[in-house]
């Protein structure tokens, strides 16, 4: 991209910004913001902490500390857009569909990426998902501005690493205000990432943690379990948990821990069993194709 190209995106973004904060405050001054009615993740403990469940219409941050709890992490930013993509066929949200991922160039050499067959896990269809790439983070900045601000999709994730200065509060309150306007489910994936102030209404910490045994099929995984760990939350209360995916209701259910003889033995307790990947000698059909991605590694700046 050009550093005129570069400039005049710039530009567009921050009077666009401009009108969409003063948009935002005169609604809110007017009482007539969206209201959109809570995600509740399923885990009745952790539905109960949040009011009944997530902001829908909001900015919430998912952090991993480490990058090898990337999957955990993008597991549970997945199962949220699952069930926003849910509320969206059943519920007041009706007509949301599709997400968009949006991910930092920065993340791509050790956070790996969505795999479609893993995706039905979650009950996701792989091509309502879009996958953004840009090439340098200000323009997965701009795509996730503009992802957040559209009025007809479930969810957006914006896939970062680390802690960059130029992702600040500021930025975030942009994306909080445009999903707050849309209606959008907008997460923050940060990689690697350290506590810091955010517009976010509320920030988890997840750790993974060992699956369990499938209930159906010898010797297979069960489902993904996760440590959960609110670390902010707007309406004040925090906690931590123990959450398991469960594939079937498409919701997060309570785990038991493992005991320490059941560590010892390797016997693990059983879990909900998983939607099976076949064996390759008995797969009947390929796996299915990702949505559209969008790849402006190269030069990001025509889009603009």
């Given at each position: 991209?050009?550093l005129?190209?570069?400039?005049?995106?710039?530009?567009?973004?921050k009077?666009?910004?401009?009108?969409?904060e003063a948009?935002?405050?005169?609604?809110?001054?007017?009482g007539?913001?969206?209201?959109?009615?809570?995600?509740?993740?399923?885990?009745?403990?952790?539905d109960?902490?949040l009011?009944?469940g997530?902001?829908?219409?909001g900015l919430?941050?998912?952090?991993?500390?480490?990058?090898?709890?990337i999957?955990?992490?993008?597991?549970?930013?997945?199962?949220?857009?699952?069930?926003?993509?849910?509320?969206?066929?059943?519920?007041?949200?009706?007509?949301?569909?599709?997400?968009?991922?949006?991910?930092?160039?920065a993340?791509?050499?050790?956070?790996?990426g969505?795999?479609?067959?893993g995706?039905?896990?979650?009950?996701?269809?792989p091509?309502r998902?879009?996958?953004?790439?840009?090439g340098?983070?200000?323009?997965?900045m701009?795509?996730a501005?503009e992802?957040?601000?559209?009025?007809?999709?479930?969810?957006?994730?914006?896939?970062?690493k680390?802690?960059?200065?130029?992702?600040?509060i500021?930025?975030?309150?942009?994306?909080?205000l445009?999903?707050?306007q849309?209606?959008?489910?907008?997460?923050?994936?940060?990689?690697?990432?350290?506590e810091?102030?955010?517009?976010?209404?509320?920030?988890?910490?997840v750790n993974t943690?060992m699956?369990?045994?499938?209930e159906?099929f010898?010797r297979?995984?069960?489902?993904?379990?996760?440590s959960?760990t609110?670390?902010?939350?707007?309406?004040?209360?925090?906690?931590?948990?123990?959450?398991?995916?469960?594939p079937?209701?498409r919701?997060?259910?309570h785990?038991?821990?493992?005991?320490t003889?059941q560590?010892i033995?390797?016997?693990?307790?059983?879990a909900?069993?998983?939607?099976?990947?076949?064996?390759?000698?008995?797969?009947?059909?390929?796996?299915?194709?990702?949505?559209?991605?969008?790849?402006?590694?190269?030069?990001?700046?025509?889009?603009?």
């Amino acid at each position: 991209m050009s550093l005129s190209r570069l400039q005049t995106a710039t530009d567009i973004l921050k009077a666009r910004t401009r009108a969409y904060e003063a948009e935002a405050h005169r609604g809110m001054g007017l009482g007539d913001a969206a209201v959109s009615p809570p995600l509740a993740l399923g885990a009745s403990v952790v539905d109960l902490c949040l009011d009944g469940g997530l902001a829908c219409g909001g900015l919430h941050e998912v952090r991993v500390g480490l990058a090898r709890d990337i999957a955990a992490g993008s597991g549970f930013a997945l199962g949220l857009a699952a069930r926003a993509i849910h509320a969206g066929r059943e519920g007041a949200g009706r007509g949301r569909q599709g997400i968009v991922w949006v991910t930092d160039p920065a993340t791509r050499v050790d956070g790996g990426g969505l795999f479609p067959a893993g995706l039905a896990q979650y009950g996701l269809d792989p091509s309502r998902v879009t996958c953004v790439e840009p090439g340098d983070l200000q323009g997965a900045m701009w795509a996730a501005d503009e992802a957040a601000g559209c009025a007809g999709l479930a969810a957006l994730v914006f896939q970062i690493k680390g802690n960059p200065a130029r992702f600040d509060i500021t930025a975030t309150r942009r994306l909080m205000l445009r999903a707050r306007q849309s209606g959008v489910l907008a997460l923050v994936l940060r990689q690697s990432g350290e506590e810091e102030a955010s517009a976010a209404v509320t920030r988890w910490c997840v750790n993974t943690e060992m699956s369990g045994a499938d209930e159906t099929f010898e010797r297979g995984v069960g489902a993904m379990r996760l440590s959960l760990t609110l670390e902010r939350n707007r309406a004040g209360r925090t906690g931590q948990w123990l959450l398991a995916w469960n594939p079937k209701a498409r919701s997060f259910d309570h785990a038991a821990p493992h005991t320490t003889d059941q560590r010892i033995s390797g016997a693990t307790p059983p879990a909900h069993s998983l939607d099976r990947i076949p064996a390759s000698a008995d797969r009947r059909d390929s796996a299915g194709k990702m949505g559209q991605v969008l790849d402006h590694r190269q030069d990001f700046g025509r889009a603009s």
